[in-house]
């Protein structure tokens, strides 16, 4: 594959990807939450219409910071909202405490199932790993997550292929078991919120792009690359409906009842992976923010904040746990990204876009 072609039209979508991915989206509880309790086919709609608002404001988003050469996310909201740009700031900040603390919660319940150690050992990994690739910064950054999403994609397949071929009635009679009086949008509204209010971190990866075309294109597609892991899940996870609903860790269940066991501890490998994807993703947007501002930050003060964001998101985890993270955290999270951001990125981003035509 052309590398230009890659990083224009896929690599976006990756990235986006790897930093919505770790803790409530890999482990499954996130799918649960916003998707299957409103019942296999109301989830499989509500997905659908998550993706669409992904896509479209992604394709927004990208055009927005290719016209203002705005690749990070400071510079983004700054032009997006003028004086009220600390609002989001603030939001931002919020989410990626809230984010990483899902994340650390969910790596101590991985590594303490895989090997009965200490979750703490897990946690202390994750953030080990983190910050190292956040050392290095971009051009890294790129390759690893990349890299990652290929194995993640892999690794989703051979779990759905083996859920499907084993359960495949189980999976069609759940739709059968759809709860009357489900929501049909609401669950996708507030989750794509909540997940694309954070995509202002990747604008490091929109300066491959150079056209608005290559922009909506990037946009668009990357949309969709997020939502196939999580669409690969669901289905898989409706081999275990109803019961996977009180999981704490969903995809656990799945790969029990699979029963594979080296496959199933290459997937954890994988999942532990997505963590570090995330948690890497979302640092090193706020570090590049920080550069926007004091240019000559050295590596290793952008290992110090990751270091700091990390233990401060850690304590918030073993305080709270992952269900609790999930259940109480993201709802009030979700409406502020419609209101700080998603909403000015269609109407205010538009507009920009439209008067500079």
């Given at each position: 594959?052309?590398s230009?072609?890659?990083q224009?039209?896929l ?20 799918l ?9 086919l109301?989830?499989l709609?509500n997905?659908a ?7 479209i ?5 990208f ?6 050469r705005?690749y ?13 740009w ?19 919660s ?8 895989m090997f009965?150690?200490p979750?703490?050992v897990?946690?202390?990994m ?5 910050g190292?690739?956040v ?8 390759k690893?997550l990349?890299?990652?999403s290929?194995l993640l ?12 071929t084993?359960f ?11 709860p009357i ?12 919120a ?16 150079e ?9 668009l ?12 899940m669901f ?8 019961d ?17 066991s ?6 954890q ?6 963590f ?8 090193h ?8 501002v004091y240019?000559k ?13 990390l233990?401060?998101?850690?304590f ?14 993201y ?5 502020g990204?419609?209101?700080?951001f ?8 538009v507009?920009?876009?439209?008067k500079?035509?």
């Amino acid at each position: 594959m052309n590398s230009r072609f890659f990083q224009k039209y896929l690599l976006p979508g990756f990235i986006f990807q790897s930093l919505i991915i770790g803790g409530g989206y890999g482990t499954g509880r996130e799918l649960v939450e916003f998707f299957l309790t409103a019942g296999p086919l109301a989830g499989l709609v509500n997905m659908a219409v998550a993706t669409i608002i992904w896509s479209i404001v992604l394709a927004v988003c990208f055009e927005f910071a290719r016209m203002g050469r705005c690749y990070e996310y400071r510079s983004f909201v700054k032009g997006l909202l003028g004086r009220w740009w600390i609002s989001y700031e603030v939001l931002y900040l919020i989410g990626l405490i809230l984010v990483v603390s899902v994340m650390g919660s969910a790596s101590g319940e991985i590594f303490l199932e895989m090997f009965e150690a200490p979750a703490l050992v897990g946690i202390v990994m994750m953030m080990g790993l983190v910050g190292l690739i956040v050392f290095f910064g971009t051009k890294l950054i790129e390759k690893v997550l990349s890299f990652w999403s290929f194995l993640l994609y892999g690794a989703f397949l051979i779990m759905f292929g083996a859920a499907f071929t084993m359960f495949y009635d189980t999976i069609g009679n759940s739709f059968d078991m759809q709860p009357i009086g489900s929501n049909w949008a609401l669950g996708g509204i507030k989750y794509a919120a909540y997940n694309i209010g954070l995509a202002p971190a990747i604008l490091f990866c929109v300066r491959h792009i150079e056209t608005r075309r290559e922009a909506y294109i990037s946009g668009l597609t990357a949309g969709v690359i997020s939502m196939i892991p999580a669409l690969l899940m669901f289905l898989a996870m409706l081999s275990q409906y109803p019961d996977i609903i009180q999981a704490s860790v969903p995809v656990n269940l799945i790969l029990d009842k699979i029963g594979w066991s080296n496959f199933k501890f290459l997937f954890q490998i994988v999942l532990f992976g997505t963590f570090i994807e995330t948690g890497v993703g979302l640092i090193h947007g706020f570090n590049e923010r920080v550069v926007a501002v004091y240019p000559k930050l050295t590596n290793q003060w952008r290992l110090a904040i990751g270091i700091l964001i990390l233990t401060i998101s850690i304590f918030v985890a073993n305080a709270v746990g992952l269900v609790g993270l999930i259940a109480q955290g993201y709802g009030a999270l979700t409406w502020g990204y419609w209101v700080l951001f998603v909403i000015p990125v269609l109407t205010l981003g538009v507009r920009a876009i439209l008067k500079n035509e």
